[in-house]
């Protein structure tokens, strides 16, 4: 395997020369899971989801797992530590998701979680990518937490390592935490680390109760197609086609099918977009969304206020 296919040593498997260095090391593997990100997180992460973005073979979204995190999703673009990470994640049963792709190409398809972590990765984002992701991001993730290194790359094109300018990237975020450079000591593989943890200004989570969705005429819906009832007898459709008279047939149906298809998604992948909330915690956008995540149990949405 080349270098950075075998970046990360997972337990079982054939141990390089590389990895019998830093295996131990405090700024590696898991040492770097322990010391600058792990301490940024809760201790019960239940109910809690979480993306590593740039997982390499997904060490981390083991550690993620094993720390109670209920939906974990990593990505990466190398297809050789992906298959890797596919296999060793197999191995060990893991539920987590690993997805090939390069990172400012997924984050549209990804869901909405409450950490997303970027541990020596965005340093390998363009600039324009960079500030391109960071905008979506804000939208997608509660918690930020990254890793970064001393500088790596001079070139204005690239975003930079320092943390001085993360945190300038980041300055419409809330600094929750930082950890500055721990002390080499005698460890066998030392290297300078920064760990930030950033809070979105724009998304919050809530209990799904405490918000109105405004009308209830799509209650029973979702869980009548999960029952394999055929949309057309629902009492949801019979009522949309009381009152949209002027749609035809066709449009009516494919507007049907088009929120099924949504709550597919939903169930598949989580919620990719948050409800838009306004006064008296009214729902004024995502009613659709709001009745689906009610049908499938959850306890919390994600939000934006006007």
């Known amino acids: 395997m080349k270098p950075f296919e075998s970046y990360q040593y997972l ?7 590389r990895d019998k260095i830093e295996v131990g090391s405090k700024f590696w593997n898991g040492g770097k899971w322990d010391n600058f990100v792990a301490p940024f997180l809760p201790k019960d992460c239940g109910d809690l989801s979480l993306v590593d973005m740039g997982c390499n073979s997904g060490l981390f979204l083991k ?14 673009s190398d297809a050789r530590a992906v298959q890797r990470g596919i296999e060793w994640r197999d191995k060990v049963k893991g539920t987590y998701k690993i997805i090939y792709s ?3 190409k997924i984050i549209d398809d990804l869901p909405i979680v409450d950490y997303t972590i970027l541990a020596n990765s965005h340093y390998y984002f363009t600039i ?14 509660l918690n930020c937490i990254v890793v970064t290194a001393e500088k790596r790359h001079l070139n204005r094109c690239w975003a930079s ?26 460890d066998q593989s030392p290297r300078r ?8 200004s724009l998304i919050e989570k809530v209990s799904i109760d405490s918000l109105d969705c405004g009308n209830h005429v799509q209650d029973n819906f979702y869980k009548e197609i999960d029952n394999g009832v055929d949309y057309h007898i629902t009492r949801y459709y019979r009522i ?53 995540m009610k049908t499938l149990g959850y306890k919390e949405v994600f939000i934006r206020r006007t």
């Open 240 to 292: 949309l086609k009381s009152y949209r008279k002027s749609w035809s047939g066709e449009k009516l149906n494919s507007y049907v099918l088009d929120k099924i298809a949504v709550y597919e998604d939903l169930k598949e992948n989580g919620l990719k977009k948050p409800l838009l909330v306004g006064s008296g915690n009214l729902v004024l956008d995502g009613n659709h969304r709001y009745c689906m």
């Open 63 to 76: 550690l993620a797992s094993d720390r109670g995190f209920e939906r974990v999703i990593g990505v990466d």
């Open 161 to 186: 390592a320092d943390f001085e300018d993360v945190k300038r990237y980041f300055n419409t975020w809330s600094l929750s935490g930082f950890i500055d450079e721990l002390p080499f000591g005698d």
């Open 193 to 200: 680390l920064w760990g930030l943890d950033f809070s979105s």
């Open 11 to 17: 337990e079982g498997t054939e141990m390089t020369d």
């Open 102 to 104: 390069s990172m400012e």
């Open 128 to 141: 324009n990518d960079w500030l391109d992701y960071l905008d979506k991001l804000r939208l997608k993730t």
